[in-house]
């Protein structure tokens, strides 16, 4: 069975950092393509970043492109989001995801305020 656990949010200051964790089981991580989203209050769930299996190719949404990376650890079955420069409207509840089971982490929550 699938399984996905996030980590890692909380509350920052605009500006600051967090790095956000998901560890996986119940399937060879190596083999597949990982991806964040995140969905704010009153908004629909949006990609927030992608990566791919073995080589980890990463892709970004615009709004985070040069702020956000996304890495994975395939000795961990873990996948990263380090998010730096934080700005109120990155606040939201970030979702790991693995497209190829449809599954879906709890979530954390990420709030940037001051």
């Known amino acids: 069975q699938v399984h996905l656990v996030e980590s890692g949010g909380g509350l920052v200051q605009p500006g600051g950092s967090l790095r956000l964790s998901c560890t996986t089981s119940g399937f060879t991580f190596v083999s597949y393509t990982m991806s964040w989203y995140r969905q704010a209050a009153g908004k629909e769930r949006e990609l927030v970043a992608r990566i791919s299996n073995f080589a980890g190719t990463a892709t970004y949404a615009n709004s985070v492109k040069g702020r956000f990376t996304i890495s994975r650890d395939n000795a961990k079955n873990t996948v990263y989001l380090q998010m730096n420069s934080l700005k109120p409207e990155d606040t939201a509840v970030y979702y790991c995801?693995?497209?190829?089971?449809?599954?879906w982490g709890q979530g954390t929550q990420v709030t940037v305020s001051s």
């Open positions: 995801h693995a497209p190829a089971f449809g599954s």
